[in-house]
């Protein structure tokens, strides 16, 4: 499943236009981005739940065969959070296997051997799996650590039992493995999360609890300065999509650029793109399909989104067709 509902309010202005899932990154949407990943895991049936602007989240994966996967919608009139949404989605989710549920945070890009989690979580016999990673940034507040078996010994700062083999400060990156039998712990009304009420419950409980330690790349575009970072980590190479199916940095072929225009090299430019006499385009600049760059006009760590004409000289914003944020 993945959470595609949050109202995107800390997008600003931004979030009138798409909701969070949908902004892109260098030729196709975050939420895009996660359903190549899980299809190319392995995972064939994707539930996404809606709220702000779903319908365009629809619009956009359809149902999933250009993906090779089914994607079905679980709709939120009213918001119901990360624990409500997964109550409501449940009989999407479950098929009475027992198969477990791959849960992704739908703002996210991030590299992760999906198989080996599961590979872990089956052996374990878990009713749940954390993934969780080091707090690079020092601002999310980590809270959970692991004994050497990969069991969560510690949850959000509380640990009633002190172990000796704890790892470091880990958070949790919004990417989980739940067990079907898991949401029995959801409770049964409200927008609760999930965190806080059903993981809490397992914990508390000394359940079968287990976190996967995520070392490679991870990023969260709440914000449009964080969306313009994660932008540029991407342009700078510093994560690798062996499912993608064109370059993440260059020019595509079909784009028109003057022969006066600069264009730096860690630039992403996208089909019909036209680029006019003068124009410069410089580090970390990302321009989707159609948009036009008119001359002499400047961009330095810029996103614009298709079909966005650029005019004047713009440096570390999202410009889109009705405005620069």
């Known amino acids: ?37 899980l299809a190319h895991s392995g995972i064939r049936q994707i539930v996404v739940n809606l709220h702000h602007k779903g319908e365009l989240i629809e619009g956009e994966l359809g149902d999933g065969s250009r993906f090779g996967v089914q994607v079905r919608y679980s709709r939120e009139p009213t918001i119901l959070g990360t624990g409500g949404g997964l109550r409501q989605a449940r009989p999407l989710l479950e098929d009475g296997s027992g198969a477990p549920i791959v849960v992704v945070n739908g703002k996210l890009l991030f590299e992760l051997d999906l198989p080996e989690v599961l590979r872990l979580h089956h052996e374990r016999e878990a ?26 010994t510690q949850f959000l ?32 009304e409200g927008a609760p999360c999930i965190i806080r009420t059903a993981y809490r419950d397992l914990f508390d409980a000394r359940g079968r609890l287990y976190g996967f330690r995520q070392r490679g790349y991870w990023w969260e575009h709440s914000t449009a300065d964080r969306y313009l970072t994660g932008v540029a980590n991407v342009l700078d190479e ?64 810029c996103v614009v989104w298709p079909g966005t004409t650029v005019v004047g000289m713009h440096r570390d914003t999202v410009l889109t067709p009705r405005a620069p944020a």
């Open 1 to 37: 499943m993945i959470l595609a509902a949050g109202f995107g309010s800390r997008l600003g202005p931004l979030a009138d236009e798409r909701p969070k899932p949908l902004l892109p990154v260098c030729g196709a949407t975050l939420i895009e981005w996660t359903v190549r990943w």
């Open 238 to 301: 510093r994560l690798q999509f062996p499912f993608a199916t064109h370059s993440l940095r260059g020019v595509d072929p079909t784009a028109v650029i003057h022969p006066s225009a600069q264009i730096d090299p860690s630039t992403w430019i996208g089909p019909g793109v036209r680029v006019d006499a003068e124009a410069n385009v410089g580090r970390h600049v990302q321009i989707g399909e159609g948009a036009h760059v008119t001359a002499a006009a400047t961009l330095q760590r």
């Open 127 to 152: 009713e749940a799996t954390l993934v969780l990673r080091r707090d690079e940034e020092r601002i999310w507040g980590a809270g959970f650590r692991l004994d050497a078996g990969g069991r969560v």
């Open 157 to 188: 700062g509380h640990a009633p039992v002190a172990t000796a083999e704890a790892s470091d400060d880990l958070m949790f990156t919004g990417v989980h493995v739940l067990s079907p039998r898991f949401l029995d712990r959801i409770p049964a």
